[in-house]
């Protein structure tokens, strides 16, 4: 009932920029918060920046001062600008939404991912 879906991903050097957008669409009500996971080869999903919709932020240690994620509440989009990329961020990135259907009940939707690679 929701959908999520991302671009911006691709293949970067390390020190280049990439920006990542996601779009949500569906039967919604309110999105009480966006973000952004990744999962590299060999290794859980781990959260690397989620954004509420008053507009607080909160980021994984590894991604500090290099990434920012901003959202549009009106649109439903989310997205993060990605920063003195390193080879450690290659991953696919997924994101990640959840708030309200417009039937009043809860939903947690994923995106389908995106690959970003950093060449060192």
């Known amino acids: 009932q929701v959908q999520l879906v991302e671009s911006g991903g691709g293949l970067v050097q390390a020190g280049g920029s990439l920006r990542l957008s996601c779009a949500a669409s569906?039967?919604?009500?309110?999105?009480?918060?966006m973000g952004w996971y990744r999962q590299a080869p060999g290794k859980q999903r781990e959260l690397v920046a989620t954004?509420?919709?008053?507009?607080?932020?909160n980021y994984a240690d590894s991604v500090k001062g290099r990434f920012t994620i901003s959202r549009n509440n009106t649109k439903n989009t989310v997205s993060m600008q990605m920063n003195n990329l390193k080879p450690e961020d290659t991953a696919v990135y997924y994101c990640?939404?959840?708030?309200?259907?417009?039937?009043?009940?809860?939903?947690?939707?994923w995106g389908q991912g995106t690959q970003v690679t950093v060449s060192s």
């Open positions: 954004i509420t919709s008053g507009g607080s932020t």
């Open positions: 990640n939404a959840q708030g309200l259907l417009a039937g009043y009940s809860f939903f947690r939707a």
């Open positions: 569906g039967s919604i009500s309110s999105i009480s918060a």
